[in-house]
């Protein structure tokens, strides 16, 4: 178990990658997002973007697994009080291989509870040209190390 102090300041990591295929990206926008760009080849090829192109809800869904199997699943995590910051940069398209980062930029031990602090936290997903597609500036409350645990 990976606890707050194991996250310093400047900690950045790769957290993993997925491709998204594009009956996935239509899929998820049927169901959740259903503008013609996201669910319309046709339609998506004559529009602003030349073709279809995700949901960004659909990469931060993405983004979300990537940061659950490979950070918060052995982490003392306790939650989310949220996000403070969300852009989604440039388009994302089938095909496109997405790599999540993680930056810790502060970790705020709390006063009213000593056993846990939020982290905030820059998340950053390229794609397999290097191009940003997604920012997020969030937070994560996290136990702090008992007493008796061993470091990892």
């Known amino acids: 178990m990976k ?3 194991d996250f310093p300041v400047g900690l950045r990591r790769e957290l993993g990658s997925t491709t998204l295929a594009e009956d996935e990206v239509i899929r998820f926008a049927r169901e959740f997002d259903p503008q013609p760009f996201h669910v319309d080849k046709a339609a998506a090829e004559r529009g602003f973007y ?5 949901s960004g809800w659909h990469t931060c869904s993405l983004t ?3 940061m659950v199997d490979n950070y918060l699943s052995d982490a003392a995590a306790l ?8 852009r989604w940069l440039k388009p994302v398209r089938p095909g496109d291989r997405l790599t999540v980062y993680s930056t810790v930029r ?3 031990n709390s006063t009213s509870k000593p056993d846990r602090a939020v982290l905030t936290t820059v998340t950053e ?4 040209a290097g191009d940003v597609v997604l920012t997020m500036l969030g937070k994560t409350m996290m136990l702090r190390r008992p007493a008796a645990a061993p470091r990892t």
Do not use: T
Request: proline share 4%; charged share 25%.
């Open 125 to 128: 997903v390229e794609n397999q």
């Open 64 to 66: 979300m697994r990537i």
């Open 50 to 54: 030349g073709g279809i192109i995700a």
């Open 106 to 108: 502060e970790v705020k």
């Open 79 to 86: 939650g989310s009080p949220g996000i403070d910051e969300l």
């Open 3 to 5: 606890y707050a102090e």
